[in-house]
């Protein structure tokens, strides 16, 4: 697909009107939008492609949106959609070539020869690009440094070995490491999430306060006046051997009342069990459950008496599908062990685990996606 147009234009959301906006720099008013209708059509049958994307601040009647439409890169095929987006007076002459002028910037700063698409044949007394040549040409997004965005999301080393520690957990008899005690304040942190104060450069979950107090998403630039919900849990995925298990029953200990659902595959499930009773003090030992096979029954009507619930994916799928008792308890905290198990999300252990009810939900996995 190839860019055909850019278009600035400012929406009413409530009545889905446009007011006076901007096309190619010029004003635009409500009569020249009336092609939407007609460039439906061309959506729908696969030949022309929108991007929209916010602006600016969206208002409680204004939204101010760029759209972009694309098409195919071929030639002839270009050439023939063109003309009937200009009969369908859906874009001008003038517009297109506009585009064309910014595309052979783009093209130019890339390093490569021509705008115009050739169908999979060089270009006569034009040489090829080679693919070590257009790699040249690309950036590779480094997550550990660099001015990109994904290095809003990332953290260098120094960052992460300076992460605060949370104190020993006094009902845990095993003496925890000190990344584990980061991991720990970590995971307390993101099951207890705040929003930063107002006019805060930092952020929660994608979202700022502006000096006013509105809550501002980064990734779409959508502004509200009311405090959106924010997730509790996360995804605890360090290496195989480091601890997610004694980091998770510490989070346990220290996470205030309520009970933990356990899933996990059947050959781990006991190994929740014995290390619970290994490293928590004997008096704090908190009641747990292993909620599999035919005795699951007997213990159906008490679940919530019992501070930690172990059970398998299997028996998760059966009980949500029948609508069985792990279905109708709300959970203080839901934890997936192995959690790459429903990284197909059209299984049924993956549908399961989403329709379960929790105050917060974390996944464990030391497998690589």
Known sequence: MTHLLTIWVTAHPKNRRCQAGRLHGKPCYPSEFVWYSTAHAYQDRGEVTVEAALTGEKGFYECPIRLRLYGTATPLGRANLEERLKQDKLLKATQLKQTRKENEQQRKAMGLKSGRGTAGF???????????????????????????????????????????????????????????????????????????????????????????????????????????????????????????????????????????????????MSNWEQQIKRHVEEEHIPNVLIYHGTSRQTAAKSLKDFGVVVTSYGTLSSEVASGGPLSKLKWRRVVLDEGHTIRNAKTKAAEAACKLEAQSRWVLTGTPM
Do not use: C
């Open 122 to 268: 060089a270009a006569p007394g034009i040489p090829e690009m080679s693919l070590e040549q257009l790699a040249q040409t690309s950036q590779a997004v480094n997550f550990r440094a660099g001015g990109d965005i994904a290095q809003t999301l990332a953290m260098d080393e120094d960052h992460l070995s300076n992460m605060p520690e949370a104190p020993q957990p006094e009902k845990v008899q095993a003496k925890l490491l000190p990344y584990q005690l980061q991991g720990l304040a970590w995971l307390t942190a993101r099951e207890n999430p705040t929003f930063p104060a107002p006019g805060s450069p930092d952020s929660v979950q994608l979202w700022k306060r502006d000096a006013k107090g509105r809550y501002l998403n980064i990734a779409t630039n959508f502004t509200v006046a009311k405090a959106p919900a924010l997730l509790s849990g996360g995804i605890l995925a360090d290496d195989m051997g480091l601890g997610k298990t004694l980091q998770i029953i510490s989070l346990i200990m220290t996470g205030g009342p309520g009970s933990t659902l356990i899933v996990a595959p059947v050959g781990v």
